[in-house]
């Protein structure tokens, strides 16, 4: 049989304090799908790159030994976790639709699962391009239609306290539709007091636009007694 060990190696750029914008559209469910021959021990060490998405993959591992014509081959597999996740992560809270002339809110979930201390994190909101599902940056063709504002009496950057005993807030803006289209509400977060990519999480979500609900008509059905009115008098004829 044969043991795989399965190492992840993340980036550790401390010059760059900008985060990647992580997407929905771009989340890889196949981080990595590779073949390798193991020593002469049965062991083998696959090195990657942990993908920006944010979760628990499972990492599965087949082996099969090569066989003769006087020895078969034999097969084994196992199975493990990895959990990816940063020191200050994202998770969007919006809706996936309004109507023109909504008033709504929307905002992140700030995570901090491995504070050992108070840490303070600045949230800041704005309206994008909608994404392209293409790529992990917004199109660069595209541009903004004007469907969504930030309601301008809020403030577009909100600061919270994380601490052990507190990991997770909710930060939420006020937005409004004005007109039928698509924009991306995007979230940066960061620790001012840390520059460092680690310490800054970008997450964008794109809303639609719709227009104005028209007049709904509603049909139902009741039974009415024959021939009578209102008051209880007769005010009409059957099968005339």
């Known amino acids: 049989s044969a043991a795989c060990v399965v190492k992840c190696t993340g980036s550790k750029n401390r010059g760059d304090t900008s985060a990647q914008l992580r997407l929905s559209s771009d989340f890889k469910t196949v981080p990595v799908f590779t073949v390798v021959q193991t020593k002469t021990d049965g062991s083998a060490i696959v090195r990657f790159k942990s993908p920006p998405n944010l979760g628990t993959f499972n990492v599965r591992a087949y082996a099969v030994s090569k066989g003769s014509s006087d ?135 794109d809303v639609q636009v719709q227009g104005q609900q028209g007049a709904v008509f509603i049909a139902t059905s009741f039974a009415l007694q024959t021939g009578s009115t209102a008051n209880g008098s007769s005010g009409r004829q059957e099968q005339l």
């Open 71 to 205: 020895k078969p081959s034999k097969y084994g597999a196992n199975e493990t976790q990895v959990i990816v996740r940063r020191p200050i992560s994202l998770t969007a809270s919006a809706p996936l639709s309004v109507r023109v002339e909504d008033d709504f809110e929307a905002g992140v979930i700030v995570s901090a699962p491995d504070a050992a201390a108070p840490i303070t994190v600045e949230v800041t909101a704005q309206i994008a391009a909608a994404a392209d599902a293409s790529s992990n940056a917004t199109n660069a063709t595209a541009t903004l239609d004007g469907s969504l504002v930030l309601l301008p009496a809020d403030p577009v950057v909100q600061t919270v306290r994380l601490s052990p005993q507190q990991q997770q807030v909710e930060v939420r803006f006020r937005y409004q539709a004005k007109a039928i289209g698509s924009s991306g509400l995007r979230f940066d977060a960061r620790v001012p007091d840390i520059a460092s990519a680690d310490a800054a999480d970008a997450t964008q979500q």
